[in-house]
């Protein structure tokens, strides 16, 4: 058992001694394993796994126990073993992830929760502690009512978005049965983040394209970057479209057909993207999602670690469990068709790169958590070490078929078309991208026009060709 115990357990606090007189050195692990997911402290065993043993275990099992009650609130479950080794006694006590969270250390005036990062417990950073308070109380922040009324708001994005992916309207009364509002008319946070306007200021994404391998100055380094507020399907679809147009396709030619090599596979970068959505921490004051691109790979990273167990890269995708953060949101997205509820969207990362033509073992997503926040990196299956043939071909087909748009535009432009049906031609959302990479080139060089020149602010305002 004692083996067992210092060679598997990933949350275990050794401690050589029982310290009466100042028990907040072991007593802050009970309130960080109570607010965690459970853990041990294994007394009479040294940092360095070495046993010493106890002079005498009964008394300090005594002791353990009336320090546990009167200074932890509320007081944990815990199990208090005595073990033995090579003839010396041992304590192991071992505390049950807890349900009344916060659990706090409460003595001499001080009243604090703690958690554990790494090996260490340390203080509970308000943000997470409002997340304790919240899981507590059974609640979740994106179901709570806030003093916002609906009517103040529009919500022209979600409803055209719940039509297209659904086939079904939104009615009225589906704003509270999905939680997005109270039967007073207040939003909740869910209905927040998906009002057209933007009322929630974490709800932000930055996105940055890096020339190289590392991050540098964005002023200096940075191929591309944009950054985007509001809505979370106009956050999901202006991160897709980032993603794609700073992404490549290589193709290979075969006897009777051509094989088409993204440098990532569509889906697993939306589950990743849904993914750093739904379940990211809203609390953290002044956070953002950030997409990082590099030559090699791409990284999704997103406020909050993990919700509730171990930290992902300690769990296997295929077994562990779906623990959901914002449930309201998690749920409407399930609704729309951009997630499934069962909590397969780890896998479904793994298993859509891995179809990917040139993909290797080499290549697999990589899944990283901290106390602080998810990453996703998802390798560049074309990527090649020396970069030099490999971005010519890919430079090459790109500019190939962004040309090949334009002339499909001008086309379409035989009957005159607005902004906003010429980007939904193309299939774009964003309106930057399609001005710089579309609409300014083919003004510039007169191959479409504008039907009322003096007035191009005009909502009506159409381009023909020349």
């Known amino acids: 058992m004692l083996n067992k115990l210092i060679a598997e357990a990933t949350e275990i606090d050794f401690k050589v001694a029982l310290e009466v007189k100042k028990p907040k050195s072991w007593l802050k692990s009970v309130s960080a394993f109570a607010n965690g997911i459970g853990g041990v402290l294994l007394f009479g065993v040294a940092d360095d796994r070495s046993i010493v043993g106890l002079a005498n275990a009964q008394q300090d099992a005594e002791a353990i126990s009336r320090l546990i009650k009167e200074r932890i609130m509320p007081l944990p479950q815990f199990v208090l073993r005595p073990m033995q080794d090579k003839g010396k006694e041992l304590l192991a006590v071992e505390i049950t992830a807890g349900r009344s969270t916060p659990y706090y250390y409460s003595a001499d005036g001080v009243k604090e929760a703690y958690i554990r990062v790494g090996n260490e417990s340390v203080p509970a950073p308000d943000y997470v502690l409002n997340e304790l308070i ?32 659904t086939g079904l309207r939104f009615e009225p009364s589906d704003y ?227 040309d090949e748009r334009l002339n499909k535009l001008v086309d379409a432009c035989a009957e005159p078309k607005t902004r906003e049906e010429m980007m939904e031609f193309l299939g774009l959302v964003n309106r930057d991208h399609f001005r710089k990479a579309y609409l300014k080139p083919l003004l510039e060089s007169g191959r479409v026009k504008m039907t009322i020149p003096d007035k191009p602010k005009s909502k009506n305002q159409k381009y023909v060709k020349a």
């Open 134 to 165: 919240l899981k507590g109380t059974n609640r979740s922040f994106d179901a709570l009512v806030t003093d916002e009324r609906k009517e103040d708001y529009s919500f022209t994005l979600l409803e055209a978005t719940y039509r297209e992916r």
């Open 176 to 402: 509270v049965s999905f939680g997005l509002m109270d039967k007073n008319g207040f939003l909740t946070n869910a209905g927040r983040l998906l009002a057209d306007q933007h009322i929630v200021y974490n709800s932000r994404v930055f996105c940055t394209r890096w020339n190289g391998l590392e991050k540098g100055s964005i002023f200096d380094d940075a191929l591309d970057d944009k950054e985007f507020e509001g809505n979370l399907i106009y956050l999901l679809q202006n991160g897709s479209d980032f993603i794609r147009n700073n992404s490549k396709v290589r193709f290979a030619k075969k006897a009777q057909y051509r094989v088409d090599k993204p440098d990532y596979a569509d889906r697993a970068v939306t589950e990743a993207l849904v993914n750093a959505l739904i379940h990211r921490d809203y609390i953290v004051r002044g956070s953002e999602i950030h997409i990082d691109m590099y030559h090699d790979r791409l990284e999704i990273q997103s406020p909050g670690g993990m919700f509730e167990g171990k930290p992902i890269q300690d769990c296997n995708i295929n077994t562990v469990g779906s623990v959901r953060r914002n449930p309201v949101i998690a749920d409407l997205f399930h609704r729309m068709k951009f997630m499934e509820r069962r909590g397969s969207g780890l896998r479904k990362i793994v298993s859509e790169t891995e179809k990917l033509p040139g993909y290797t073992e080499e290549l697999r997503p990589e899944f990283h958590s901290s106390g602080t926040d998810f990453r996703v990196v998802l390798k560049n299956v074309n990527y090649n070490m020396d970069g030099s043939d490999q971005d010519t071909m890919h430079d090459a087909i790109h500019d190939a078929m962004h």
